[in-house]
């Protein structure tokens, strides 16, 4: 079946533009994460979404990021007024999420450049 | 919160060699300890896991250890080959759903035949 999906898969901007990133899940996945990955660096997480629960918003890097996702489909991350330390690959993951955790399935990431 | 260190940050050997990625956490509340291999330009996939009922879990040539008390896991790569060359990541979080996986920063496993 289809994997997680990302768009777009790259898109540059200029520091101080908003940028809007997009995330689809594996149907009938109901947890959702959001992780950066700056180059050359490791995992860093951002956000998670679990069913109709409050998000854990405790990686959040600045109040710039916000995410939103709709019941247990799409999911937005938003970054307003880009800065230069922003660009990486933007990773989001998704897995059943049901009593347990389990794997967690990746997207294809967005490369985001900020210049 | 959870912080995960992993050790090291890269590491080079022989083909047919073995390779070991350690990795330690801080919260006893953590559980749950999967591993992810990142080949180069492509997205992030698990390779194992385990769970804190167990000490060792081993997949082929791959096996991971836990020791609780110590707060620390272990990837072992046995007979390596080139096609295992990658970014290897550990993460640590409870078990249950609801609390966020939290990563090391990557182990970049290079393997010369």
């Known amino acids: 079946g289809a994997g997680v999906s990302q768009s777009p898969s790259n898109k540059v901007t200029e520091k101080g533009k908003d940028v809007e990133l997009r995330c689809d899940p594996i149907s009938g996945h109901t947890a959702l994460y959001w992780y950066r990955q700056r180059l050359g660096q490791g995992l860093e997480f951002l956000i998670y979404f679990q069913g109709n629960s409050a998000p854990d918003k405790s990686g959040l890097p600045s109040d710039r990021f916000s995410a939103e996702r709709t019941g247990e489909s799409v999911s937005t991350l938003t970054i307003q007024r880009t800065q230069q330390e922003d660009s990486a690959v933007y990773l989001c993951?998704?897995?059943?999420?049901?009593?347990?955790?389990?794997?967690?399935?990746f997207g294809p990431g967005t490369r985001l450049l900020v210049l | 919160g959870e912080n995960v260190e992993q050790h090291p940050s890269t590491l080079s050997v022989q083909e047919g060699d073995s390779a070991v990625i350690k990795c330690t956490y801080s919260?006893?509340?953590?559980?749950?300890f999967p591993w992810y291999k990142q080949e180069l330009g492509k997205r992030p996939q698990l390779i194992i896991d385990i769970r804190s009922n167990v000490g060792e879990k081993k997949d082929q040539r791959i096996a991971v250890t836990l020791n609780k008390t110590a707060k620390h896991f272990s990837l072992h790569i046995t007979e390596t080959q080139p096609e295992d060359s990658a970014v290897y990541f550990c993460a640590a979080s409870p078990l249950q759903a609801g609390t966020a996986l939290i990563f090391g920063k990557g182990t970049t496993l290079s393997v010369s035949s």
């Open positions: 993951a998704s897995s059943v999420g049901l009593a347990v955790k389990e794997t967690q399935y």
């Open positions: 919260d006893s509340a953590s559980n749950y």
